[in-house]
Nanobody, 127 residues
Framework: QVQLVESGGGSVQTGGSLRLSCTVSGYTYNIYCLGWFRQAPGTEREGVAVIDSDGSTIYADSVKGRFTISQDNTKSSLYLQMDRLKPEDTAMYYC?????????????????????WGQGSQVTVSS
């Protein structure tokens, strides 16, 4: 089993920044893809960004150039630096993990790909 716990959400004005963190613990030796999803009220859960065990990353078009995904050297922490935030970034953000490489198998931005989910962290951007 793998446990994911998010932190760092909050409220910010348009143009501001927030940094989400995710603590990854448990049987992580076979985890190859970590990432972030988000879900706004009344919408489908959508992929934001993922990072593979080889360090490669994939971003949704809506956040490219504004968000940066990273992990620490021990791979026990995952981060999402969010800059130039917009009201449409308002959502619950979820940390996800999977035992298949990000670019293999089910498409990276499908929620079906991920076996492990955190409980979520709320991000609210006001105009």
């Amino acid at each position: 089993q793998v446990q994911l716990v998010e932190s760092g959400g909050g409220s910010v004005q348009t143009g501001g920044s927030l940094r989400l963190s995710c603590t990854v613990s448990g049987y992580t030796y076979n985890i190859y893809c970590l990432g972030w999803f988000r879900q706004a009220p009344g919408t489908e859960r959508e992929g934001v960004a993922v990072i593979d065990s080889d360090g490669s990353t994939i971003y949704a078009d809506s956040v490219k150039g504004r968000f940066t995904i990273s992990q620490d050297n021990t791979k026990s922490s995952l981060y999402l630096q969010m800059d130039r935030l917009k009201p449409e970034d308002t959502a619950m953000y979820y940390c996800v993990a999977n035992g298949v490489r990000c670019a293999r198998g089910i498409k990276w931005d499908s929620r079906l790909k991920y076996d492990y989910w955190g409980q979520g962290s709320q991000v609210t951007v006001s105009s």
